[in-house]
């Protein structure tokens, strides 16, 4: 049983492209959670989706992300016109039920913004 | 909001030695969890030792012991005989009721160094 996988594990963009950070949860799991790591710090929790739902969205900026977890494929973590700010290690973790106490995490993914 | 706060941005210890990395928290919660995560430079993040604060036994796993002080709203964890391979980022993290606050709130981290 593979568990979380995120790709890719590095993402570079220039300001202003489009970054899409991808997502497939361990097998049985349809919850999916996204963190942002900034450095030197810990995660901050952005959203929180099943299987075709936003369940909560209350952390993600306003503009720009967007998230979705379709029925079939893995979560996408979508950002729109980066900027140097956007720069962090993207953490996704899923788990098989919302009561769950334990979320597995995948590796991240490395976005630098040049 | 819950918060937690993790005082020890950077600890050293000699290997084979026991160290201790700090954890306080906030809630107004009485039933929650509290996670010891280790992000190795890999970036994984590993799941270290977990408590339920309704247990009043402190959690073990092999040499991870963590001293947990509820009405402290304290979170320690314990490394005991540590080893190179120890060396990483310590995370503590607070989850909220089952069924209700599933988000994980994060400390900012503890830099744990194994000197051979």
């Known amino acids: 049983n593979a568990g979380v996988m995120q790709n890719p594990r590095h993402l570079v963009r220039r300001r202003g492209q489009e970054a899409r950070l991808r997502c497939s949860p361990m097998k049985g799991h349809s919850h999916v959670y996204w963190y942002r790591q900034l450095p030197e710090e810990g995660l901050k929790f952005m959203v929180y989706?099943?299987?075709?739902?936003?369940?909560?969205e209350s952390g993600m900026p306003k503009e720009r992300f967007s998230a979705e977890f379709p029925k079939e494929g893995p979560s996408i973590l979508r950002i729109q016109q980066v900027v140097r700010g956007d720069s962090a290690a993207y953490f996704c973790?899923?788990?098989?039920?919302?009561?769950?106490?334990?979320?597995?995490f995948g590796q991240g993914t490395r976005l630098t913004v040049v | 909001a819950q918060t937690v706060t993790q005082s020890q941005p950077e600890m050293s210890v000699q290997e084979a030695e026991t160290v201790t990395l700090s954890c306080t928290y906030d809630?107004?919660?009485?039933?929650?969890?509290l996670f010891w995560y280790k992000q190795p430079p890999s970036r994984q993040m590993i799941l270290v030792i977990r408590?339920?604060?309704?247990k009043q036994q402190n959690a073990t796993e092999n040499r991870f012991s963590v001293n947990f002080q509820k009405a402290a709203k304290s979170f320690s964890l314990k490394i005991s005989d540590s080893q190179l391979g120890d060396a990483a980022m310590y995370f503590c993290?607070?989850?909220?009721?089952?069924?209700?606050?599933?988000?994980?709130?994060w400390g900012a981290g503890t830099k744990l160094i194994i000197k051979p």
């Open positions: 993290a607070y989850r909220g009721p089952m069924d209700s606050n599933y988000q994980l709130i």
């Open positions: 408590q339920e604060a309704y």
């Open positions: 809630t107004s919660e009485s039933d929650y969890y």
């Open positions: 973790a899923s788990s098989p039920w919302r009561s769950n106490t334990e979320a597995f």
């Open positions: 989706l099943q299987k075709e739902n936003i369940i909560d």
